[in-house]
């Protein structure tokens, strides 16, 4: 009798820590960030770089100090509208500053697709995810040139902007 309570105390003992051991469950992180309201907010330009694509090994040149002589360029994204403010800038790479736009794909976008009050439109790589919370956004526009019939990288610019 005393061998059958030891046994079981053991047993206890021994399924009591197995089970006290367990890690615990993860709590719901909640819902995905929306990628939407990510990009509506204002932004104004902290850094500016050219990359010479077209070369070897491209280069990336920072033209941050080049923006700095003038007006930084300030872009705020409502739901669907969007103005850049871009007078007083030393260049203008964002059309007549008023328009709409749109991801190419909301959940999981990769670009951000312009269409200017003037019915022109445009294409911007995006070079970070961006939601509710993250304080950049990196902006990445390619030019490019034709050589015997076929399409080719020259250079780009990548603009980013922090939140406002």
């Known amino acids: 009798m005393k061998r059958i309570l030891k046994f079981s105390v053991f047993f206890l003992l021994l399924s009591i820590s197995t089970f006290s051991c367990r890690p615990k469950k993860f709590n719901d992180i909640g819902n995905e960030p929306s990628k939407m ?7 104004i330009l902290s850094h500016a770089y050219v990359i010479d694509e077209a070369a070897t090994s491209p280069d990336k040149l920072d033209i941050t100090d080049f923006y700095k002589t003038k007006t930084l360029p300030t872009i705020t994204f ?9 007078s007083g800038t030393v260049k203008n790479y964002f059309g007549t500053g008023s328009g709409t ?3 190419d794909n909301n959940s999981y976008p990769t670009s951000i697709r312009i269409n200017y009050s003037n019915n022109v439109k445009d294409t911007f790589l995006l070079g970070s995810t961006i939601r509710p919370t993250d304080a950049s956004l990196k902006l990445k526009k390619s030019f490019y040139y034709f050589k015997k019939g076929v399409k080719n990288i020259a250079y780009s610019y990548i603009w980013e902007f922090v939140r406002l």
Do not use: I, M
């Open 78 to 86: 409502t739901e669907t509208n969007f103005t850049a403010v871009t």
């Open 37 to 43: 309201q990510g990009l509506q907010a204002t932004w």
């Open 101 to 103: 736009w749109s991801f």
